[in-house]
């Protein structure tokens, strides 16, 4: 049900499945969500994590690396796809992650990324009240045309992206605190899809697919 919210998900099982046996690297993969995903879907991942006790949870799930987007422990031209989802708000150098990005990719591999967007005035309020998210500091702001001027500055043709979750990210802090709202949790999802067509100007994240360019 949550993909009526997360509809990023429907395209990366597009991508994958139009390329068998994909390799994918997953940078700042966490605990490995996103990992079990790829590999139902028949990609072939790895992840890089900097978090030693995330990336050996996510081990139990794929070969996992210690070590952060800013000095990727991977050859130039190893992998197919770059998956990095909620992580480049929390980088160091956002340019060198894509600088790093561009480097392990193929010739016309692709990025993947979802990203936190500052397009939301919920999120901006949000981002004040919570400068950190599960422990680690939110070091970005930016709007989705930031990202799109930042992937193309650094050698990548957008291909497709969308701004999404206008206001289900705010309802689904809810019951974490207070578990007897999750029965509300469908009409949130009903009512986050319906609006999504006049509202998602103002989403919180979004989703973007960019495909590396040679550089003269």
Known sequence: MKERVFRFRAVERRLVAQHAGLRVLDVGCGRGDNLARLVRY???????????????????????????????????????MVYVSHVLHHATSLDRVLEEIYRVLAPGGMIFAIETIDDSPLMRLARRLQPRW??????????????????????????????????????????????????????FIGLESALARWLDRWGGHCWIVAEKRHLE
């Open 42 to 80: 028949g990609a072939q991942p790895k992840g890089l994590e900097p978090n030693l006790d995330r990336a050996r949870q996510a081990c139990t799930i794929v070969p996992t690396v210690v070590g952060v987007g800013e000095a990727i422990p991977w050859r130039d031209a190893s992998v197919d």
């Open 134 to 187: 599960e422990g680690d500091e939110v070091l970005n702001r930016f709007r989705y045309a930031d990202l799109v001027h930042a992937f193309e500055r650094h050698g990548f043709s957008v291909r497709e992206g969308q701004k999404f979750n206008w206001m289900y990210f705010a309802w689904e802090l809810l019951p974490l605190t207070l578990r007897p709202l999750e029965h509300l949790t469908p009409l």
